[in-house]
């Protein structure tokens, strides 16, 4: 979403734009082929501050910013094909340029200005924490161009689409990749138990590429496999109680590792906690969903003792519609987490919600 922006000393304006995090609660895999899924925007995400300036000598100024304030990629393109025109070309720039060239073909105007243009972002989340990285980058660089996002993530990175929902969206949506394209719209979800659900990071960041491709080598998949999956997305939007909530995310599991021959992360690692336990994305990295009814202290030292470190309560990193209208205190919320490894940095454009529409 376009935050703000301002007129420069060119004919073009400096620009801010903001990409939300995201995580997949309901449809892991099953998504790519249609199945209702539930997706949890998040507080935390991307930004991207564009600014320009006159030069007789045209290039791309690309600078970015871990979490934690520190630079882990800077590097300089020319216009043309997005080469690199450093000395020493850093791996990490491959997708970028992949994603500018993309940009270009959706959009042959985009960056054919005389002016140097110098690009910042921002991250609010470690990057080895799978929240979005990619996906708000390219959701922001498609608002930049003025193109799909959709078709720029379908013609480069691949995968369903819904993080790219996420990225534009102010609370939890209902996502579905159609054969006419990406369909998701907003819906409640803010259970009477939400604090009694937490995410722990397990410090294992999966390749989603790689993921996909592994679902894709057991494709097609039965009818009532998709029919199932989105069965247990509507009843946990329903469910009333935390029994209720941990039978279905225990049917969810169960349908998943039958179909894709995996073995539940609870079963395989976790097998005396007294909660419930659910994969998040491609199983084997990121964030676990665990659900408690006994404190978060203890909660917490579960997952310590087993040297899990990160357990972040559900509300402090979700965003919702209550949280989108009301102003989010940063301080607030790096001071819950304050006791992690990594604190969360949180980026908030102040607004009462928004209705940014698709290009």
């Not at 100024?61 to 934690?68: K, L, Q």
């Not at 009694?196 to 009532?224: C, H, M």
Request: net charge negative; proline share 5%.
């Amino acid at each position: 979403m376009l935050i703000k922006s301002r007129r420069n000393n060119t004919n073009q304006y400096d620009q801010f734009f903001f990409g939300r995090g995201k995580l997949l609660l309901t449809g892991e895999y099953f998504v790519l082929d249609g199945a209702t899924s539930l997706a949890l925007p998040l507080k935390v995400g991307q930004a991207l501050t564009v600014e320009y300036a006159q030069s007789y000598s045209p290039k791309l100024h690309w600078r970015s910013f871990d979490v934690n304030g520190n630079l882990w990629l800077d590097c300089r393109f020319e216009f043309w094909r997005f080469n690199c025109l450093d000395e020493r070309v850093p791996k990490e720039i491959e997708l970028l340029q992949t994603l500018l060239r993309q940009a270009r073909k959706q959009n042959p105007h985009f960056l054919r200005d005389e002016v140097d243009v110098y690009v910042t972002t921002k991250l609010g989340f470690p990057l080895e924490w799978g929240l979005g990285s990619s996906s708000s980058l390219i959701y922001n660089i498609a608002q930049w161009a003025y193109i799909s996002p959709f078709e720029l993530l379908f013609n480069t990175y691949g995968g369903s689409g819904y993080d790219i929902a996420c990225a534009q969206s102010d609370g939890p949506i209902l996502y579905e990749k159609q054969k006419s394209g990406p369909n998701w719209s907003p819906t409640k979800f803010n259970p009477p138990f939400s604090d009694k659900l937490y995410f722990v990071y397990r410090g294992t960041k999966q390749d989603s590429q790689a993921a996909i491709l592994r679902y894709n080598q057991s494709w097609p998949y039965p009818p009532e496999a998709i029919y199932s999956i989105s069965e247990i997305t509507k009843g946990i939007l329903e469910a009333k109680s935390l029994d209720e909530f941990n039978f279905l995310i225990a049917g969810h599991e169960k349908l998943v590792a039958k179909y894709l021959k995996l073995i539940p992360v609870k079963e395989e690692f976790f097998a005396d906690y007294w909660g419930e336990i659910k994969s998040l994305g491609a199983w084997g990295g990121d964030f676990i969903l665990v659900t408690s009814d006994r404190s978060y202290k203890e909660t917490k030292a579960y997952f310590e003792e087993r040297n899990f470190n990160i357990c972040i309560p559900y509300k402090d990193l979700v965003l919702s519609e209550d949280s989108c209208k009301a102003t989010v205190n940063t301080t607030s919320v790096a001071d819950i987490l304050a006791e992690e490894v990594i604190p969360l940095a949180v980026v908030n454009d102040g607004r009462a919600g928004s209705n940014v529409q698709l290009q």
